[in-house]
């Protein structure tokens, strides 16, 4: 039901933009996880209740941004600045029952997508 998409190849200090399309329903909240090799998944960024409020981990803060369009079937991940340590696998994940205190958790969110892989080169 979601479909990630945009990952690549990229050096140092570029962007790139990841999209996560919803098919068949909307959702209220999306986030972002990444996975690096021989690492947990860690959150990245989520769009909570519709957009009304954005969150980021410390290690992304100021460099990417989560939007989505006005149909809230598709969310962005706008990614600058690129770092060697960005280099991961991305998945996208959505829900319409995500409580605040668990926006940065992903079993909060039930629907996955399939990931998209970035890399980051020095």
């Known amino acids: 039901q979601l479909q990630a998409s945009g990952g690549g190849l990229v050096q140092a200090g570029g962007s790139l933009r990841l999209s996560c399309a919803a098919s068949?329903?909307?959702?209220?909240?999306y986030a972002w996880f990444r996975q690096a090799p021989g690492r947990e998944r860690e959150f990245v960024a989520a769009?909570?209740?519709?957009?009304?409020?954005?969150y980021y981990s410390d290690s992304v803060k100021g460099r990417f941004a989560i939007s989505g369009d006005n149909t809230q079937s598709t969310v962005y991940l706008q990614m600058n600045s690129l770092k060697p340590e960005d280099t991961a696998v991305y998945y996208c994940?959505?829900?319409?029952?995500?409580?605040?205190?668990?926006?940065?958790?992903?079993?909060?969110?039930?629907?996955w997508g399939q990931g998209t892989e970035v890399t980051v080169s020095s």
């Open positions: 068949g329903r909307t959702f209220s909240s």
């Open positions: 769009r909570w209740r519709r957009g009304g409020n954005t």
């Open positions: 994940a959505a829900d319409n029952g995500v409580i605040l205190s668990t926006v940065r958790t992903s079993s909060a969110y039930k629907t």
